[in-house]
């Protein structure tokens, strides 16, 4: 067999990259580290004293059952809540962010994309120059590895929000969101192909007819293994959980680009990268709408013209070009939204000045830490939905037999599973090593002939629009939010 190829040698030299490099260097950390992002530093009870005119005391203590003295009472005393105070700030250093919130998950998440990326372009360099022959592409299995760990990081941060009795909005938000996600799905799903590229017709024809071409050389029944309404149900429950994980995300990118356009008011080349960044996955959505985009490049011929102005394959490879490049743009931004939420804190202090009463100096001080207390958590909502698109978009290429540079590959079902070895069919001697690796191959033979390359042009195609198109419908939700309900804005 030829799956201990080039492929598992890439892998293996990657994991051993991932062990020695680990240690000493992480992406993830550089990317928080590493940008001049300045956190506002809460102030201390002496410097509140101060501000507010009220004499410092000596701090209370509290004697145990012994008679000793136990644990020195919180200092705690009445502020006005319009104090005026200036925060100091600091920049942003490694010893400050490996204490935050789900750090572990972020520094391992971001870590194995990167390391995903590679294995992947150093992939695609060698099938460009030597074509797979019956090799596993495990870049595949990588992407499919870092989608699993994203979906289980959005949960366990989506599932923060069902915790406790202050969540209440935030899980209304979260439920709702996934009804109106349904809805839309639905809606999406009996559009037209010709309207709409979704490719999940095609993508079901092509399975129905390979499946039951399988069944009957398996002596069951030949209708097929689904009805076409279940499919696409299970497909718009997907969606719903997609829409889900996204809202918040969605809705944290819409605020952090409100404060970052109002924090670069007076640097207009800033100030049009962040409104590129909101606008360009919108207009991204627009290239799977058939005619506004393949019909008319690929298929209408103007006047003066012999031949469309692009080839469907070149149109294809510019699609996924645009979609690498819309990511990679938003990422290379991601500095600037985040320091635009990390001076959320000096914000809140100017609006409370514009409030009366008192509040305790614990409560001050915890509205500010809370703003870096978050910084992982809102750097993993604003990177993960980018990277499940990025990861798709691979994903819908490779397996889609797709080209870069606009032609098809020769190798259109052979991206996941390898051919039959001879020698595993022809053994006789019973060895249960060449038969468990011939019985390995047939199955894998099999799901190749049954998942075609047009099913997962349909599958990972509609993944990657719906994707963008759950993110950028909830970033737009938020800006909606923002312009009108929320003050100074």
Same mark, same amino acid.
């Given at each position: 067999?030829?799956?201990?190829?080039?492929?598992?040698?890439?892998?293996?030299?990657?994991?051993? /990259?991932?062990?020695?490099?680990?240690?000493?260097?992480?992406?993830?950390?550089? #990317?928080?580290?590493? *940008? *001049?992002?300045?956190?506002?530093? %809460? =102030?201390?009870?002496?410097?509140?004293?101060?501000?507010?005119?009220?004499?410092?005391?000596?701090?209370?203590?509290?004697?145990?059952?012994?008679?000793?003295?136990?644990?020195?009472?919180?200092?705690?005393?009445?502020?006005?809540?319009?104090?005026?105070?200036?925060?100091? $700030?600091?920049?942003?250093?490694?010893?400050?962010?490996?204490?935050?919130?789900? %750090?572990?998950?972020? @520094?391992?998440?971001?870590?194995?994309?990167?390391?995903?990326?590679?294995?992947?372009?150093?992939?695609? +360099?060698?099938?460009?120059?030597?074509?797979?022959?019956?090799?596993? *592409?495990?870049?595949?299995?990588?992407?499919? #590895?870092?989608?699993?760990?994203?979906?289980?990081?959005?949960?366990? &941060?989506?599932?923060?929000?069902?915790?406790?009795?202050?969540?209440?909005?935030?899980?209304?938000?979260?439920?709702?969101?996934?009804?109106?996600?349904? #809805?839309?799905?639905?809606?999406?799903l009996i559009i037209d192909e010709s309207k709409l590229d979704s490719g999940l017709e095609t993508a079901y024809s092509s399975f129905n007819s390979s499946a039951s071409v399988f069944l009957e050389n398996?002596?069951? =029944?030949?209708?097929?293994?689904?009805?076409?309404?279940?499919?696409?149900? /299970?497909?718009?429950?997907?969606?719903?959980?997609?829409?889900?994980?996204?809202?918040?995300?969605?809705?944290?990118?819409? @605020?952090?680009?409100?404060?970052?356009?109002?924090?670069?008011?007076?640097?207009?080349?800033? @100030?049009?990268? !962040? *409104?590129?960044?909101?606008?360009?996955?919108?207009?991204?959505?627009?290239?799977?709408?058939?005619?506004?985009?393949?019909?008319?490049?690929?298929?209408?011929?103007?006047?003066?013209?012999?031949?469309?102005?692009?080839?469907?394959?070149?149109?294809?490879? +510019?699609?996924? &070009?645009?979609?690498?490049?819309?990511?990679?743009?938003?990422?290379?931004?991601? =500095?600037?939204?985040?320091?635009?939420?990390?001076?959320?804190?000096?914000?809140?202090?100017?609006?409370?000045?514009?409030?009366?009463?008192?509040?305790?100096?614990?409560?001050?001080?915890?509205?500010?830490?809370?703003?870096?207390?978050?910084?992982?958590?809102?750097?993993?909502?604003?990177?993960?939905?980018?990277?499940?698109?990025?990861?798709?978009? $691979?994903?819908?290429?490779?397996?889609?037999?797709?080209?870069? #540079?606009?032609?098809?590959? !020769?190798?259109?079902?052979?991206?996941?599973? =390898?051919?039959?070895?001879?020698?595993?069919?022809?053994?006789?001697?019973?060895?249960?090593?060449?038969?468990?690796?011939?019985?390995?191959?047939?199955?894998?033979?099999?799901?190749?002939?049954?998942?075609?390359?047009?099913?997962?042009?349909?599958?990972?195609?509609?993944?990657?629009?719906?994707?963008?198109?759950?993110?950028?419908?909830?970033?737009?939700?938020?800006?909606?939010?923002q312009s009108y309900f929320v003050k100074g804005y």
């Amino acid at each position: 067999m030829a799956i201990l190829g080039a492929q598992i040698v890439i892998t293996l030299v990657m994991v051993s /990259v991932i062990q020695k490099l680990a240690p000493h260097f992480s992406f993830a950390r550089w #990317l928080l580290c590493s *940008n *001049n992002l300045v956190r506002f530093l %809460y =102030p201390t009870n002496d410097e509140l004293r101060a501000a507010a005119g009220i004499p410092k005391d000596k701090p209370k203590t509290k004697k145990g059952k012994d008679g000793e003295n136990g644990k020195i009472v919180l200092d705690t005393f009445k502020i006005p809540r319009n104090i005026d105070i200036q925060l100091e $700030f600091s920049k942003v250093t490694p010893q400050d962010v490996v204490h935050l919130r789900y %750090y572990t998950e972020y @520094q391992w998440l971001v870590d194995f994309a990167l390391y995903t990326a590679v294995v992947y372009i150093i992939t695609e +360099i060698y099938t460009y120059f030597f074509p797979l022959q019956g090799e596993v *592409n495990l870049s595949i299995l990588w992407c499919l #590895l870092f989608h699993s760990f994203a979906l289980k990081t959005l949960f366990s &941060i989506t599932t923060e929000y069902f915790r406790g009795s202050e969540s209440i909005g935030e899980r209304s938000t979260v439920i709702v969101s996934a009804f109106a996600f349904l #809805l839309i799905s639905m809606m999406i799903l009996i559009i037209d192909e010709s309207k709409l590229d979704s490719g999940l017709e095609t993508a079901y024809s092509s399975f129905n007819s390979s499946a039951s071409v399988f069944l009957e050389n398996q002596g069951l =029944p030949s209708d097929g293994p689904a009805s076409k309404i279940i499919l696409k149900f /299970v497909i718009a429950v997907w969606c719903a959980l997609i829409g889900a994980f996204f809202v918040f995300p969605g809705l944290r990118a819409a @605020q952090m680009h409100c404060d970052a356009l109002r924090f670069y008011d007076d640097r207009h080349l800033i @100030q049009l990268l !962040l *409104n590129l960044s909101f606008v360009l996955p919108g207009l991204l959505l627009l290239f799977w709408v058939k005619p506004l985009s393949s019909d008319y490049l690929s298929k209408r011929v103007f006047s003066g013209m012999t031949e469309p102005l692009i080839r469907l394959e070149s149109f294809e490879s +510019i699609r996924l &070009i645009v979609v690498v490049g819309v990511i990679f743009h938003r990422i290379m931004i991601m =500095p600037l939204f985040l320091q635009a939420y990390l001076n959320l804190a000096h914000r809140k202090v100017e609006d409370q000045k514009k409030e009366v009463g008192k509040m305790t100096n614990i409560e001050f001080q915890k509205k500010i830490a809370a703003v870096f207390y978050y910084l992982v958590v809102v750097a993993l909502q604003y990177l993960i939905p980018l990277l499940m698109c990025l990861y798709f978009a $691979f994903m819908y290429k490779t397996l889609g037999d797709y080209s870069w #540079l606009g032609t098809h590959s !020769l190798n259109a079902t052979e991206h996941l599973t =390898p051919p039959a070895s001879p020698a595993a069919s022809q053994s006789e001697d019973g060895d249960s090593i060449l038969q468990s690796a011939h019985q390995f191959s047939l199955a894998l033979n099999s799901l190749k002939d049954v998942l075609t390359a047009e099913v997962h042009r349909g599958l990972f195609g509609f993944a990657t629009w719906w994707s963008i198109f759950a993110l950028f419908t909830s970033s737009c939700l938020g800006l909606i939010y923002q312009s009108y309900f929320v003050k100074g804005y």
